[in-house]
């Protein structure tokens, strides 16, 4: 059976004592009134990595970077490498969002590099693919997410691809309020999960957690993680206030 996963974004947000406390409030909540069968992870800022995985239960909550380096150590002011990720204590890392492709411009061959270096370090990646509206709106969907992952995870061979996670993330409604609809988050998440079946077979398929990424929150999470093709949700805002994260984490 596949795992109902509920990950935090916090993206560029929380200083490093408002981001433990944060963190220290999901692991109370979680463990006074979480679902056992859910796995949580909170993807936070490079900063708040070693505290927040000081902070929380490790059992029951799982710590992930946003992003990492492509390149494994060497003259990159600023960056942070997988292996430096993997140093905090923190098990996962986010890679491929779309803010990332769009505003730092990250190609597949980026993220080709990232994710064989968060591999290789034993992270697990949460690796994000999804279409801005006008591909929507021209209904070409289900051959942008494809191609996506053709010219990425799909270049992994079927073990390494077993160790990721997919999130799929409708770019046009992420931060605008809009949300994909029931129907519309399982259709893309099944056209993914047969694309899975195409490249690996079907048992490969079976086992990768396919979750949705676009502004999921208490009063919606329920309906879309009845979807069969739905594990759960990679969160953004709703991530930020401890209360709200917990009703996303209780709506399977």
Same mark, same amino acid.
């Given at each position: 059976?596949?795992?109902?996963?509920?990950?935090?974004?916090?993206?560029?947000?929380?200083?490093?004592?408002?981001?433990?406390?944060?963190?220290?409030?999901?692991?109370?909540?979680?463990?006074?009134?979480?679902?056992?069968?859910?796995?949580?992870?909170?993807?936070?800022?490079?900063?708040?990595?070693?505290?927040?995985?000081?902070?929380?239960?490790?059992?029951?909550? *799982?710590?992930?970077?946003?992003?990492?380096?492509?390149?494994?150590?060497?003259?990159?002011?600023?960056?942070?490498?997988?292996?430096?990720?993997?140093?905090?204590?923190?098990?996962?890392?986010?890679?491929?969002?779309?803010?990332?492709?769009?505003?730092?411009? $990250?190609?597949?061959?980026?993220?080709?590099?990232?994710?064989?270096?968060?591999?290789?370090?034993?992270?697990?990646? &949460? +690796? %994000? %693919?999804?279409?801005?509206?006008? &591909?929507? $709106?021209?209904?070409?969907?289900?051959?942008?997410?494809?191609?996506?992952?053709?010219?990425?995870?799909?270049?992994?061979?079927?073990?390494?691809?077993?160790?990721?996670?997919?999130?799929?993330?409708?770019?046009?409604?992420?931060?605008?309020?809009?949300?994909?609809?029931? $129907?519309?988050?399982?259709?893309?998440?099944?056209?993914?999960?047969?694309?899975?079946?195409?490249? +690996? /077979?079907?048992?490969?398929?079976?086992?990768?957690?396919?979750?949705? /990424?676009?502004? %999921?929150?208490?009063?919606?999470?329920?309906?879309?993680?009845?979807?069969?093709?739905?594990?759960? *949700?990679?969160? =953004?805002?709703?991530?930020?206030?401890?209360?709200? +994260?917990? =009703?996303?984490?209780?709506?399977?």
């Amino acid at each position: 059976m596949r795992k109902k996963i509920v990950a935090g974004n916090w993206k560029c947000n929380t200083n490093l004592q408002e981001g433990t406390d944060l963190a220290a409030a999901v692991d109370k909540l979680v463990a006074e009134k979480g679902a056992d069968d859910v796995v949580v992870i909170l993807g936070v800022p490079f900063t708040h990595l070693t505290n927040v995985v000081k902070t929380v239960r490790t059992n029951r909550i *799982g710590v992930s970077a946003q992003n990492c380096a492509a390149e494994p150590k060497g003259a990159y002011t600023g960056e942070v490498s997988a292996e430096m990720v993997k140093s905090t204590g923190a098990a996962y890392v986010i890679l491929g969002h779309s803010e990332r492709r769009e505003y730092y411009h $990250e190609n597949s061959e980026v993220l080709n590099k990232k994710l064989a270096l968060a591999l290789k370090n034993d992270l697990t990646p &949460i +690796f %994000c %693919c999804g279409e801005p509206l006008e &591909i929507r $709106e021209a209904n070409a969907q289900n051959d942008y997410v494809k191609k996506q992952l053709e010219e990425t995870v799909f270049q992994l061979s079927a073990n390494d691809f077993k160790k990721i996670i997919i999130a799929y993330e409708p770019i046009w409604a992420i931060g605008t309020g809009k949300t994909a609809s029931s $129907e519309q988050a399982q259709e893309i998440h099944a056209f993914i999960r047969s694309a899975i079946v195409e490249k +690996f /077979g079907k048992d490969v398929a079976e086992e990768i957690p396919i979750l949705y /990424g676009g502004s %999921c929150k208490p009063d919606n999470a329920k309906e879309l993680f009845a979807n069969q093709d739905v594990d759960g *949700g990679l969160i =953004g805002g709703a991530s930020l206030k401890a209360e709200d +994260f917990l =009703g996303i984490i209780n709506g399977f």
